[in-house]
């Protein structure tokens, strides 16, 4: 989704308040279409659907969408409660209400609540795209589907509940979320082919694993006269999934308990694992910030053996989210997501995808979310990923994300409707931008193929109209559909005589 237009805002914003103070106080607490004066009711409720309305409450925090019917979609970043995205915390969509319109509410960033009747069907793409303080969804079994890139970007969502079987899913509906998502029990639909699209980075369960986790750890120790070694211990380290433990293989041995304790709890057994050769354990269950000790304990059919009593401790910390590097005129940003538990953080980088990582850069503080890697050469390309630290203990490496360095092209010359750059012999092509305004709204662009394209003539121009024009350069990703772009070029003018 386009960054909104904050000028946009700010005089549709003032537009409503000059309405308000011309109409007459209202006595209810939100506005509705049939209210008076008609003025008010323009700027604070209007229908979004054939069938459908909007209203946003006197304190402006609560959109309430009422009706029968589908919703209007809003491709353009112009739904009409824009004005309010600022004080919007809480979104209601009553029964009646079949879907949501593509972009509906994508962007209300101090979203903390949305509520979905048991009538939707269709959740529109991108419908809440960059809602960043959601924390939490439920999904009614009435929804059959989910557009594309619909909850990208819905950073603080940690838990999302689907009520029924598996809706049609569009691509990376739910990208760049770490969350749980609860499923019905016992429904077939959720296959694991079906959850591999969902994107983001989510845990799949069920209403009842969360309890069969819990009663799972519960299992106390028993000790033994069994003549078993205790396993020794090598390493217990933070994974992108978990807490990895490995250990020494025992002679005699049919299996090994995974024994595990927190400060405030005494040893108890997490897990069984079968076969003498088995060497290590990932603990999917563990809590992020939580310092953890573990320790193995080997059986056979006497008995069960000794285990070291002290262990080996970690602190539990999760893997950053990784975002899309990007490029800027000194280098290239690398950001992630946040990882509340860390003390700061650690970049690493390395060149192709066989290459080795090397950390490049570190920053403090578990809020700084990126770091400018200046050390990058022109048409190099690169990979990025970030781990989380606190004291001495690290996170895992989470997927990497790829990128090529590509230095941004400057504009030469604007004569007449032609523009030519400087030419960028690393890049794979270029695209130009022109508007007639400086934000590029409604703009028009024109995207050539070659290191050696630096020309390109401005189709559309319309007399006596100035235009702000720029150009980047591009390049494909080797093995990728995906392209890294440079910044764009400074802006120029050009005013059509």
């Not at 004080?87 to 960033?109: C, D, M, P, Q, R």
């Not at 809440?128 to 059959?144: D, G, M, Q, Y």
């Not at 090994?256 to 927190?262: E, H």
């Not at 990728?480 to 003018?493: L, Q, Y």
Request: proline share 3%; aromatic share 10%; charged share 25%.
């Amino acid at each position: 989704m386009n960054t909104k237009k904050r000028f946009l805002s700010l005089i549709l914003s003032a537009a409503m308040a000059l309405s308000l103070l011309q109409g007459s106080v209202l006595a209810t607490e939100a506005f509705s279409p049939s209210q008076k004066p008609a003025a008010a009711a323009s700027a604070a409720s209007d229908k979004c659907g054939k069938k459908l309305s909007w209203s946003i409450s006197k304190d402006k925090k609560t959109l309430t969408i009422s009706g029968s019917g589908a919703m209007y979609s809003y491709d353009n970043n112009d739904a009409p409660w824009e004005p309010c995205e600022d004080t919007i915390t809480k979104i209601v969509v009553n029964s009646g209400v079949t879907s949501i319109g593509v972009e509906a509410f994508g962007g209300l960033e101090y979203v903390t609540s949305v509520s979905l009747p048991d009538t939707l069907t269709t959740i529109g793409a991108e419908a809440f795209e960059e809602c960043e303080s959601l924390k939490s969804i439920t999904i009614p079994a009435s929804v059959r589907t989910i557009g594309r890139d619909a909850f990208d970007e819905c950073r603080a969502l940690k838990t999302i509940t689907f009520k029924g079987s598996a809706p049609s899913i569009g691509a990376n509906a739910f990208k760049e979320v770490r969350a749980t998502v609860y499923t019905p029990k016992d429904d077939s639909s959720w296959t694991s082919n079906v959850r591999k699209h969902y994107g983001g980075k989510l845990t799949w369960s069920n209403a009842s694993a969360k309890d069969s986790a819990a009663s799972s750890q519960q299992k106390k120790v028993k000790t033994t006269d069994s003549k078993l070694a205790a396993p020794k211990l090598v390493k217990a380290f933070n994974h992108d999934d978990g807490v990895k433990l490995q250990w020494k293989t025992v002679s005699g041995a049919k299996g090994y308990y995974i024994l595990r304790k927190t400060p405030d709890s005494d040893w108890s057994t997490i897990k069984k694992v079968s076969g003498q050769k088995k060497t290590s354990y990932l603990d999917e269950h563990a809590r992020d910030g939580v310092l953890y000790s573990y320790s193995v304990q080997a059986y056979s059919a006497a008995g069960k053996g000794t285990y070291d009593d002290v262990g080996l401790s970690i602190r539990r910390l999760d893997c950053p989210d990784v975002d899309d590097p990007k490029n800027t005129d000194k280098g290239i940003l690398v950001r992630w997501e946040l990882e509340k538990e860390a003390q700061g953080y650690y970049v690493y980088r390395k060149t192709g995808k066989k290459g080795t990582w090397s950390k490049v850069g570190s920053v403090k503080g578990s809020t700084t979310l990126s770091w400018l890697d200046e050390e990058t050469k022109n048409g190099v390309l690169y990979y990025y990923t970030v781990r989380a630290f606190s004291g001495s203990y690290v996170s895992g490496y989470d997927d990497d994300e790829e990128i090529i360095r590509l230095t941004s092209p400057a504009i030469s010359s604007l004569s007449g409707s032609k523009v030519k750059w400087t030419k960028n012999s690393k890049a794979g092509g270029y695209q130009v931008r022109y508007a007639t305004s400086s934000k590029f709204k409604h703009k028009q662009t024109k995207t050539l193929s070659g290191a050696s394209r630096t020309s390109a003539k401005l189709s559309g121009l319309k007399k006596g109209k100035t235009y702000y024009v720029q150009v980047r350069s591009f390049k494909k990703v080797p093995n990728d559909n995906d392209r890294s772009w440079s910044a764009w070029s400074e802006v120029r003018t050009l005013t059509v005589k």
